[in-house]
């Protein structure tokens, strides 16, 4: 009997980009980095500085214990002077490799103990029949995997797939551009972000995002969204969803890294495509793979 | 000029006079560092760089979890996050101390657990990524009870572990 | 799923193969914006309707308004005093409303609220102050004591009723309401347009939005004008000026029919492009809105007003009647407004931006935005109004001086 496994050229670690790295390059990665990473503590310099303040990088980890690294996901960003103007990330879903499992939802509540009913990122289920008849679902954002087939359609069903969503960062934001008091904005590295000590609640951003990717928080009264973990990218380490993500779905990567997979996805001849194209808010966020039938 | 006509002036220059005023003391208002990089406060993507990390990485737990993680980066499930099934990071360690004990998942825990990705009625799960089975079919293929748990075959981090030994005792399978 | 909701998307007609699964984005299901949106384009409708007919007197010099010209001004006032009430009652943060006028961001089309409002209010304040003046005057004459403080305060402590203050007085009105006009117009059609500038709602982005809104609220300003000089007089046991009130239905029916026909146009021009969204507004149309907007705010509070305007318009009725079916209109048109202001605010947001179903609104009584804090808001202005009539008189026949 053969034993199915990956196939070897799909391996879909995301931690060991390039593909093609086997598990030993990967542990001396590791402790490459955790003996980089405790000289820098030794040492401490002032590592990245935005605007007025200068960001510590003995202040970043904070919660982490000092004596185990964490490996450095996107190169290039600790210990090193962050040019806040000179970054281009890109966040890229493969809806091809995605299977529904929920991880991404459940880290990504996790991480910032989103409030029931709300999501930063959620998962929808996408069936389609050889009617060209579409049934969509998304029971709790997906937070609860996809454990059983949907009963209540007729089950002929030609096509299925899931589609992981979350903020879009337009790099023309629709949110950013009707906000009254500026607490949404675009940061020079292209993150849309909240400044939630200005935001009054009115909820105007929450009806000029196309995807519906903002909610307001019930427990603050602010405007939340996905900012594709900016606390952990500033810290050299993928979103929570894509670190979570066990297929390799969710991809993150700075193109100024020519290793980086994002970057060469994004040079290569595959087709991406963008979410609701016509409204003209030029995502950075990705799909490949993308069925005609996902708005 | 009559004196109508001055008290209309008057209050002409108060409103400006009061317009003046508000105009300075919203200046005054204003936080430090708004308007640096464009019309919001600078400093908040300073503030969104220290919110806490509840999430580490694999790598953050196989530092003390040595065991786990030889068996966990030999077998197919070393993309899984140990925190997707255990818990956070930050729920178990604090600045470099143990807090709190992450629950371990039991008996028909792990069959949902496992079933969340593997479930072949789902069927939009592509064969390229992801092996699946239907349950209980794959039961009664393997000639086990139905009350089975996933885990009693596989090892939860490395599903293939004990399979693979059984069958290089048995020499079904040639030894790698 | 939800019944109602399925069996809402099954009554669609054509269309409504995208929509079967009716599947609501899960931050969609949520309605962010609810009654206290729609009341605060109502309100601020009724400031600019009520100025309308202020400034055709004014500045228009349509003499027949004259007995209803001070008291829309006076109405108008306490309309916009309550203006910000709704929104204070929605905001999120309420406590932190300055940072609109500390840090409005120039991209924003809400952003320039609360300077448009500020403007707005003085420009309003002002014109009522110099309106009456001479009143004021006469009446600070015969106070006393913190009331006479008062009174002088008012005017400006210039108590010169001399044909050449007067004049002055006359011109500074004319050139307030001259601003007043444009002030008032971009405070509603601005309203208009944070909905008309939102394109990530299909039924919202048409820049025929502010339009709508501008000429909605003149005919709710008016309509309420109508009314409550009918009731008040009524009340007072006082006669109703016929001549204003024809001349009021007159200007009424020309904004309510550019008011309906734009509504209708936008509809039409929906269902004639038939654009990528357009399955999302038949179906909301035709589905949960079905009797709000088709039953509701097209057949009984539009095409019934019509009819009846057009009565007035082509027969030659009894003052006595005449007046009663006015009072009807205005009922109606101000309940027309209303919905109509629903049909959008809230009607817009059941859509759910998956362009594949819609969410529910359910309305509470007892929220900070629920029905009794609506009725609440509703109530305030005429409380406003009773005590400025104890210092202002309403009616112009009550006053002795002035030239007015």
């Known amino acids: 009997m053969i034993i199915k496994d990956f196939p070897p050229n799909q391996d879909c670690s995301h931690e060991n980009f390039p593909p093609s790295i086997d598990k030993r390059d990967f542990i001396k990665k590791v402790l490459k980095g955790t003996i980089a990473g405790s000289l820098f503590l030794v040492f401490p310099m002032d590592i990245s500085s935005v605007g007025s303040t200068a960001v510590k990088n003995s202040e970043t980890t904070n919660n982490i214990d000092p004596t185990i690294k964490l490996p450095e996901e996107i190169p290039e960003i600790r210990d090193r002077q962050y040019d806040i103007h000179k970054q281009n990330f890109a966040f890229i879903v493969d809806i091809t490799r995605c299977i529904g499992c929920g991880s991404c939802c459940v880290a990504d509540k996790r991480e910032y103990n989103v409030p029931d009913g709300n999501y930063r990122t959620w998962v929808e289920r996408y069936i389609k029949d050889f009617d060209d008849q579409v049934y969509v679902d998304c029971p709790n954002g997906g937070l609860d995997g996809y454990q059983k087939p949907r009963t209540d359609i007729p089950l002929n069903a030609r096509d299925t797939f899931f589609v992981p969503k979350l903020c879009n960062m337009c790099r023309e934001a629709p949110c950013v551009q009707v906000c009254p008091v500026g607490a949404t904005f675009t940061s020079p590295d292209g993150f849309i972000l909240m400044d939630s000590d200005r935001c009054v609640g009115c909820a105007y951003c929450i009806q000029a995002c196309p995807y519906s990717a903002r909610f307001l928080n019930p427990i603050t009264k602010t405007a939340e969204k996905c900012t594709w973990c900016y606390h952990r990218v500033r810290k050299g380490l993928l979103p929570a969803c894509v670190e979570v993500c066990p297929t390799g779905a969710r991809k993150f990567g700075s193109l100024n890294d020519e290793n980086s997979e994002v970057y060469k996805i994004l040079k290569g001849p595959g087709v991406l495509t963008v979410l609701k194209q016509s409204m003209g808010t030029l995502p950075a966020l990705y799909y490949m793979g993308q069925r005609l039938e996902v708005v | ?176 | 799923m939800n019944p109602t909701l399925y069996e809402a998307s099954q009554n669609l007609s054509h269309g409504a193969s995208m929509l079967i699964s009716n599947y609501v984005f899960p931050n969609d299901l949520h309605v962010h914006w609810s009654m206290m949106i729609v009341l605060y384009p109502y309100i601020t409708g009724l400031v600019d309707g009520a100025f309308i007919i202020a400034a055709l007197y004014y500045l228009f010099d349509v003499k027949s308004l004259k007995p209803i010209a001070r008291f829309s001004l006076l109405f108008a006032f306490a309309f916009l005093c309550c203006a910000t009430l709704p929104l204070l009652l929605h905001l999120g943060r309420p406590e932190r409303n300055f940072n609109m006028l500390l840090t409005p961001s120039p991209s924003s089309a809400m952003a320039g609220f609360g300077y448009i409002y500020a403007v707005s209010m003085g420009v309003l304040s002002f014109i009522v102050l110099f309106v009456y003046r001479p009143d004021l005057v006469e009446r600070g004459k015969n106070a006393k004591g913190f009331m006479k403080l008062i009174y002088r305060a008012l005017t400006f402590d210039s108590a010169d009723l001399s044909e050449k203050a007067l004049a002055l007085d006359g011109k500074i009105i004319r050139f307030l309401v001259g601003l007043g006009i444009p002030v008032a117009a971009v405070l509603h059609g601005y309203v208009g347009f944070i909905f008309g500038g939102v394109k990530a709602n299909p039924t919202w982005s048409t820049p025929l939005m502010p339009v709508i809104f501008l000429f909605s609220a003149c005919v709710s300003g008016i309509s309420a004008i109508i009314i409550a000089y009918i009731i008040i007089r009524k009340i007072g046991g006082r006669s109703v000026d016929s001549d204003c009130i024809r001349t009021c239905i007159k200007t009424l029916t020309v904004f309510f029919i550019l008011a309906f026909s734009f509504e209708m146009l936008e509809v039409f021009s929906h269902s004639y492009l038939k654009t990528g969204y357009h399955h999302m507004v038949e179906g909301l149309l035709n589905g949960p809105l079905a009797s709000s907007f088709w039953l509701w705010q097209v057949k009984i509070c539009s095409v019934v007003p019509l009819i009846l305007l057009g009565c007035m318009a082509f027969i030659t009725l009894k003052d006595s009647i005449y007046t009663f079916i006015a009072g009807i209109v205005s009922c109606i048109l101000l309940l027309q407004v209303f919905i109509m202001r629903w049909n959008v605010v809230i009607g817009g947001q059941l859509m759910s931006k998956s362009a594949r179903g819609y969410t529910v609104f359910h309305t509470e009584w007892f929220d900070k935005e629920g029905i009794v804090a609506v009725i609440i808001i509703m109530l305030i202005p005429f409380m406003i109004l009773f005590v400025l009539g104890k210092i202002f008189p309403f009616w112009a026949e009550e006053r002795k001086g002035g030239i007015q």
């Open chain 2, 1 to 176: 000029m009559s004196k109508h006509a001055l008290r209309i002036i008057m209050v002409v220059a108060s409103v400006v006079l009061m317009a003046g005023v508000g105009f300075v003391v919203k200046e005054l208002l204003i936080p430090k560092s708004f308007g640096l990089y464009g019309p919001y406060r600078a400093d908040a993507i300073d503030e969104e760089t220290q919110r806490v990390l509840r999430h580490g990485t694999n790598a953050s737990c196989f530092g003390c979890h040595q065991y786990e993680a030889t068996i966990h980066l030999t077998g197919n499930h070393k993309t899984i996050s140990c925190e997707f099934c255990h818990g956070t990071y930050s729920d178990h360690v604090s600045n470099g101390r143990k807090i709190a004990t992450l629950p371990v998942k039991k008996g028909d825990e792990i069959t949902t657990l496992c079933l969340r990705c593997h479930n072949t009625e789902i069927k939009a799960r592509s064969t390229m990524v992801i092996k699946t089975v239907g349950v209980p079919d794959h039961l009664k293929k393997q000639n086990v009870k139905l009350t089975h748990t996933c885990n009693q075959c596989h090892h939860v981090h490395a599903p293939l572990k004990y399979i693979n030994e059984a069958k290089k005792i048995t020499g079904l399978m040639e030894v790698k």
